[in-house]
């Protein structure tokens, strides 16, 4: 009795794996499951392109993919404290070092006519990750300013609330408060507002 008990369990082992067996051939047998898209979907889609090459670490691009870009900046720019002047101005504003929250930006103003100048150069540090729609940075640098007769030159100071309207840097808002030798007797207090918009890949108007 004890063997044909024993007989019993042994041929159960046995149909278990060979069934166990067969299915994990039938398995092996099983088409890969592949997602049919055409190639003008593909050529038009760069995120599909990027998810067919690797699956992208959303968090990670949120951390360290900047929702705004370097850009460069060339302009008109008139000073109605100076009988409107009118005048240039040149800058660059966030260019990134490595993938942190430290950027670094200068730009140069001037009146055609020479009665308006200034030039100066800012590390930011974003306290939020790049990828936020909202950033704050805290800045730190150098500007000298000239107006006419009065001029001063210092350590600059402030703070910078950066509004990204999407992720691909089509569209932001900057707002600064800064101070220019901030305690002198010459101190400089400078607000700061500006929107830019894409038009093209290459081309914002600000």
């Not at 800058?91 to 308006?116: M, P």
Request: charged fraction near 15%; hydrophobic fraction near 40%; proline fraction near 4%.
């Amino acid at each position: 009795m004890k063997l044909f008990a024993l007989f019993l369990i042994c041929n159960c082992l046995f149909q278990g794996c060979s069934t166990y067996g067969a299915n994990a051939q039938n398995a092996t047998d099983i088409p890969e499951n592949k997602i049919d898209i055409s190639p003008e979907v593909l050529e038009d889609s760069p995120v599909l392109q990027e998810w067919l090459k690797e699956i992208p670490n959303v968090l990670q691009d949120i951390k360290y993919d900047p929702a705004f870009a370097t850009r460069l900046r060339l302009g008109f720019i008139t000073f109605p404290s100076n009988d409107d002047a009118s005048g240039l101005n040149l800058g660059i504003e966030d260019i990134f070092i490595k993938r942190t929250g430290l950027t670094v930006s200068a730009d140069y103003q001037t009146a055609f006519n020479g009665d308006r100048n200034a030039i100066g150069a800012d590390v930011q540090y974003f306290l939020l990750p790049l990828g936020s729609y909202v950033n704050f940075a805290p800045l730190v640098g150098y500007r000298y300013v000239q107006s006419n007769d009065f001029y001063t030159d210092g350590v600059h100071l402030g703070m910078r609330l950066m509004l990204s309207l999407s992720r691909t840097g089509s569209g932001d808002i900057s707002v600064s408060q800064s101070f220019i030798n901030p305690g002198g007797n010459e101190e400089v207090g400078i607000t700061s507002f500006a929107v830019g918009y894409a038009v093209t890949s290459h081309l914002r108007l600000s």
